[in-house]
């Protein structure tokens, strides 16, 4: 008798383990301030100044974040996470607090857009950091459902933390938003060195790196940047076109629900495939992906079809998020796999590289979307081409693993000859579809 795997079960024993259990509410304290930040940042600074200067500031913020990044992470794989999220994280409190402190006191709008930025630049890296966790202590069967787990809490937190970082600042001051924020980040980084004080640091390696590039070494690395930036393209599109959307038919209120319903079906989509996937190895990820954002394009295509008839978007908004937690789950699990090949190491480097890449991603793919804002279905459909693009990506990467063929030698040393790749397909189409005896 064949027994199915249940959601219980799943997720049971992964926090069974005292030491993952620990992990788990470490990961919520980690991500519950991202999805809080932005508006915090907004309302703190929009309090005593313009909405124009409050939009610099988020924009100083995100691109500190995203350029020190991959630095940090390397940072945090040499030394420990724990020790450089503490150390990061002592920066982290001042610069927001003084933040408070200029618009409080009404300081030019370059002081808060500078102080902003200097938040970014030394936000701990917490966020590639939990997965890098993740995947050094959750191998084998749990590996997969742990992933899943990070995505639903990811989304999960970008539905909570805006609500309760504006009703902090409404129902106190945004100074409160700012200090419940800073708890969180504490609260994490003590339950990491608190867990972990005695573990190896995430990535470390008794074996000397592979040239300076570190995890960029791995071509399978960088492949899954491409793809993890054509896939935030896409849904930082959505989020312009339903925005877009509710405006043209002047439903402003309705944009943080349409918006909440991609994320529930993204959570129920992650959780699903913490259940069905669990033990799945690297290289059925990596033939996972594809359809993953195959059907993450066809969701999107359905809500621009949906847009045509505007009370079909409500319904269609979850349909279009169920492939999205599971796509990000699977790129983050072989993000983690790649590092580890190119470099014995470099977890959390590569997962920083992931997440500044498809920050720049959602920067493009926002710009992409704004171009046709003035027709929402058009932008939705934009941004299932871009999804389709990244599944094509994906594709191509697989073709160029490392998995054997028939001969016995890698797959990438074939992949370099186009020859090859074309009479394999060639080949595979006729036993397929050629004739019989």
């Known amino acids: 008798m064949t027994t199915t795997p249940t959601a219980a079960g799943s997720y049971g024993r992964l926090l069974r383990v005292p030491a993952l259990r620990g992990l788990a509410l470490a990961d919520a304290c980690a991500r519950l301030p991202q999805g809080m930040v932005t508006i915090t940042l907004l309302l703190v600074v929009a309090a005593h100044a313009s909405m124009t200067t409050a939009g610099l500031a988020v924009t100083g913020y995100t691109l500190g974040q995203a350029v020190t990044g991959p630095a940090r992470g390397r940072l945090a794989d040499r030394r420990g996470l724990a020790v450089v999220s503490a ?6 409190a001042a610069a927001l607090l003084g933040l408070t402190a200029a618009s409080l006191a009404r300081a030019p709008a370059a002081a808060m857009i500078a102080a902003a930025a200097v938040a970014g630049v030394s936000c701990p890296p917490l966020s590639p950091g939990m997965r890098s966790l993740w995947s050094a202590h959750a191998a084998g069967p749990l590996r997969q459902a742990a992933f899943a787990l990070d995505a639903a809490v990811f989304d999960l937190a970008y539905i909570t933390g805006p609500v309760l970082a504006s009703s902090l600042a409404a129902g106190l001051s945004p100074a409160a938003a700012v200090a ?6 504490a609260a994490a980084t003590a339950l990491i060195a608190g867990q972990f004080r005695s573990a190896a640091p995430a990535g470390r390696d008794p074996r000397p790196r592979r040239g300076l590039l570190g995890p960029l070494g791995s071509p399978a690395l960088r492949r899954l940047l491409l793809t993890g930036t054509l896939a935030n393209a896409a849904l930082s599109a959505t989020e312009v076109a339903l925005t877009g959307y509710v405006r ?5 209120w309705a944009s943080g629900p349409l918006l909440a319903e991609v994320s529930v079906g993204s959570i129920a989509g992650s959780l699903l495939l913490g ?23 066809l969701g999107l295509g359905v809500l621009a079809a949906a847009a045509l008839r505007p009370p079909l978007v409500a319904v269609a908004a979850p349909v279009a998020g169920l492939c999205l937690g599971p796509t990000l789950a699977t790129l983050f699990g072989l993000a983690a796999g790649a590092a580890g090949s190119a470099t014995g190491g470099g977890g959390t480097e590569a997962q920083a590289w992931l997440n500044s890449a498809m920050n720049g991603g959602a920067a493009a793919g926002a710009a992409l979307a704004g171009f046709t804002a003035g027709t929402p279905a058009l932008s939705l459909a934009v941004a299932a081409a871009v999804a389709a693009l990244a599944a094509v990506t994906a594709l191509a990467g697989r073709g160029r693993g490392d998995s054997p ?3 016995g030698k890698s797959g990438r040393q074939y992949g370099k000859s186009s020859a090859f790749r074309v009479s394999r397909r060639i080949g595979w189409f006729f036993l397929r579809y050629g004739p019989r005896a």
């Open 405 to 407: 063929d028939v001969s």
């Open 87 to 92: 150390a990061c994280g002592v920066l982290y």
């Open 248 to 252: 043209l038919h002047h439903v402003l």
């Open 275 to 297: 259940v069905r996937a669990s033990g799945a190895g690297a290289g059925h990820e990596r033939r996972r992906l594809p359809a993953l954002l195959a059907c993450y394009a």
């Open 180 to 185: 419940v924020l800073l708890a969180l980040t």
